[in-house]
């Protein structure tokens, strides 16, 4: 017959918590283990919108996501555009919203991004690597700029590490 030890309170203190952490290890042994962020609704869209609108004779996809025969951000693209109309008027240098866009590169309040590999592009839209300078520190975002509404529009998502969280509306500054 097995004799029975009566437990101190500390180890029926130990016992007890041990046993309540049980889910707490159950439910951490389920998940991915993963703590990138999840596709937004908003990638899915872009994808979507970029797999509609078919590539133009200039640029086309070689498979493996680079645009054959572009070099350059698009001619439709190019131009001042403004989150809000007083990014197209400020005389004061204040213009926080404001974003020019040349051949090779975007112009930001304070920051410059150049581009880089282009994946894809059509007359309207392209979508490429961009290299980030300013406030003294640099990145790389992958991002999306798609003119709409007859060249007054554009829209701009980022995609990768510190994206903006959803896309952004400009309008074409006179």
């Known amino acids: 017959m097995p004799v029975s030890v009566p437990a101190s309170k500390p180890a029926v203190a130990l016992r007890s918590a041990f ?7 159950a439910l951490a042994a389920c998940s991915s283990g993963s703590d990138a962020p999840q596709p937004s609704a908003s990638a899915t869209e872009t994808e ?3 797999q509609e609108a078919p590539a133009s004779a200039e640029a086309t996809d070689t498979g493996d996501g ?22 197209c008027t400020s005389t004061r240098g204040d213009a926080k919203g404001l974003l020019e866009v040349s051949a090779d590169q975007l112009k930001f309040y304070e920051s410059v991004a150049k581009l880089g ?19 003294g520190q640099s990145w790389t975002q992958d991002v999306v700029l798609d003119v709409q509404d007859d060249g007054k529009t554009m829209i701009r998502r980022d995609y990768g590490k510190d994206a903006m969280p959803g896309p952004l509306t400009y309008t074409r500054c006179a």
């Open 19 to 25: 046993i309540l952490s049980l889910p707490l290890f």
């Open 48 to 50: 979507e919108v970029m």
């Open 66 to 87: 680079a645009a054959v025969g572009m070099s350059e951000i698009p001619e439709a693209i190019r131009g001042r555009w403004g989150l809000v109309a007083a990014d």
């Open 117 to 135: 590999e282009i994946k894809e592009a059509g007359e309207s839209r392209i979508r490429g690597t961009f290299d980030y300078t300013g406030e």
